[in-house]
Each structure stands twice: as structure tokens, then as C-alpha cells.
């Protein structure tokens, strides 16, 4: 079935605490993202990576970290958390970087991060 | 910059027609997406317009105005099922993505 998968799907934590919110995808996409979803502000990019070690600031990139070794995987890294930090994230990617239709995304299933 | 504004709630009737608007400023403009979202799930793409005029999809439809920086999605025959929020998305002329904040439909019985 084609996915994309983000673990894990709930998270409670404390300030200052590493953490890493994993996304993979089996659909062989190019373009990947991160979003964060808070209430009154809409989806809002974190940061997106248009192939293989290439990544780029979004709207809201403080942070927050990625990388993308490999095709399928995208992981998002928050290297201190702080309770600003608590939100809905989403992880997300199409085929191509090409604007059309194929652009389309798709969206993992969310994750819902508390920091305290 | 970039500015995207849609309604932030509206409400209908079970069997109506409901018009959601956008109106956006992008410093490019390639084509906009539309995408649903039901509460606590991640959002599904309904449309995608690049050329001015009505696309036709089902019980959706959606409108697009290169000239005004326009955009509406016409559901028909609304059904409880088609509460949820409904997001538009122009695109920026860049590799980013910007949503609006999306308009929370609610669907009266």
C-alpha cells in the first residue's frame, strides 16, 4: 500500500530532551516536507527537501532540524525542545518538484508532540 | 510576500451547495491546490487548478482566476461526511508550500 508512515504517532516530553519524529515513504517521491499545524495558524512549512542531501528552510524553521540520506526517509529533529514546540506535525511528499498535478502530496498520519 | 485568505468557518445544510472562496497574493503563481481535512486526520488533495475556469470532479468543483487571485470549491449535495476543514493552496513559484488556515465547514442534518 502506498504510504507515508511517521512515528511516533504521540509524543510527551520534557524541555531540552532530543528527540527524533521519523517519516518514510514508499512511493519512490522526490519531494518531502515537514509541517507543524496549530490552531488559528493553519499548516505551516518547517522544512522541505526537493531529493537525496538536498534540504531547504520552509517558513518556520527554528528549531528544528532534517536530513535525507535516503530517498524514503525524512526525518525531523528537535535538538532542544521547548513548549513552543508543542503541535501537530506532518510529514508529507509528492512525486516530483515539477508544479503540476503531480505535485500533489501526501500526508502521513500526524504526530501529536506535548513538550513540557 | 504571500497572502492567503479564506473564511474560517461556514455553515450548511445536508443537500445544499456550499462556495468556500480564497483570495491570495503570491510573488508566483503556477497553479493552486485545494485539500481536505477531517479533525485529527492529515489532510487529501481534491483539486488542482492552473487555468482559469471551473474544473468538475464529482460533487466538487472548483474555480480559479489567475487575473483576480481567486479561487472558490463548490460542494453539491452536501453530506454530513463532507464536514471537515477545507485548505487552499497556491503556489508560491518556489519549492515552498503555503496554506491558507484553512475553513471549517460544519454540515447541519
Known amino acids: 500500500e502506498a504510504q507515508v508512515t511517521q512515528n511516533p504517532r504521540y509524543l510527551i516530553t520534557v524541555t531540552g530532551k532530543k528527540l527524533t519524529v521519523t517519516c518514510s515513504q514508499n512511493m519512490n517521491h522526490e519531494y518531502m516536507s515537514w509541517y507543524r499545524q496549530d490552531p488559528g495558524l493553519g499548516l505551516r512549512q518547517i522544512y522541505y527537501s526537493m531529493n537525496v542531501e538536498v534540504t531547504d528552510k520552509g517558513d518556520v524553521p527554528e528549531g528544528y532540524k532534517v536530513s535525507r540520506k535516503e530517498k524514503r526517509n525524512f526525518p525531523l529533529i528537535l535538538e532542544s525542545p521547548s513548549p513552543n514546540q508543542t503541535s501537530l506535525y506532518f510529514c508529507?511528499?509528492?512525486?516530483?518538484?515539477?508544479?503540476?498535478?503531480?505535485?500533489?502530496?501526501?500526508f502521513g498520519p500526524g504526530t501529536r508532540l506535548t513538550v513540557l | 510576500g504571500q497572502n492567503i485568505d479564506q473564511p474560517t468557518e461556514m455553515t450548511a445544510t445536508e443537500g445544499a451547495i456550499v462556495q468556500i472562496n480564497c483570495t491570495y497574493q503570491?510573488?508566483?503563481?503556477?497553479?493552486l491546490f485545494w485539500y481536505q481535512q477531517h479533525a485529527g486526520e492529515a489532510p487529501t488533495f481534491l483539486s488542482y487548478?492552473?487555468?482559469?475556469g471551473l474544473e468538475e470532479k464529482g460533487r466538487f468543483s472548483s474555480f480559479l482566476s489567475r487575473s483576480k487571485g481567486y479561487s472558490y470549491l463548490l460542494l453539491k449535495e452536501l453530506q454530513m461526511k463532507d464536514s471537515a476543514s477545507y485548505l487552499c493552496?497556491?503556489?508560491?513559484?518556489?519549492?515552498?508550500?503555503?496554506f491558507g488556515t484553512g475553513t471549517r465547514l460544519k454540515v447541519l442534518a
Open positions: 487548478n492552473v487555468l482559469d
Open positions: 503570491t510573488s508566483g503563481f503556477n497553479g
Open positions: 508529507a511528499s509528492s512525486l516530483s518538484i515539477v508544479w503540476d498535478s503531480s505535485n500533489t502530496q501526501y
Open positions: 493552496a497556491p503556489s508560491s513559484g518556489t519549492y515552498k508550500y503555503i
